[in-house]
């Protein structure tokens, strides 16, 4: 089992990313797919969540209506697009698998490498 962030990078505030979360070694649709941050000085964070069960998607208050998850099941990648950024955004941004959709760390099995996001002022 493995997932593989990607898509990171230095943004002007204001400006988007999307990250990409790539996973072999299981189907995409037998778990929860968590992103999560982590800046600098700073605990883990959940940003977003898919349910595996229905479908339904979990963001953090911040992030809400600027950030959107979607996953692509035929690439088996999971997607978090980024807009209106701003320097709060800053930190290394993870993908986790788990069997629940949670913004907590716990329910997670599985976890990525992490990719660095910069959001300059």
């Known amino acids: 089992v493995q997932l593989q962030a990607s898509g990171g990078g230095l943004v002007q505030s204001g400006g988007s990313l999307t990250l990409s979360c790539a996973i072999s070694g299981f189907p995409l649709e037998a778990y929860s797919i968590g992103w999560f941050r982590q800046a600098p000085g700073k605990e883990r964070e959940g940003v977003s969540c898919?349910?595996?069960?229905?479908?339904?998607?979990y963001y953090e208050d911040s992030v809400k209506g600027r950030f959107t998850i979607f996953r692509d099941n035929v690439k088996k990648v999971v997607y978090l697009q980024m807009t209106r950024l701003n320097p709060e955004d800053t930190g290394v941004y993870y993908c986790a698998a788990g069997e629940w959709c949670a913004m907590i760390t716990e329910p997670y099995d599985y976890w990525g490498q992490g990719t660095l996001v910069t959001v300059s002022s």
């Open positions: 898919f349910s595996k069960s229905d479908g339904s998607k």
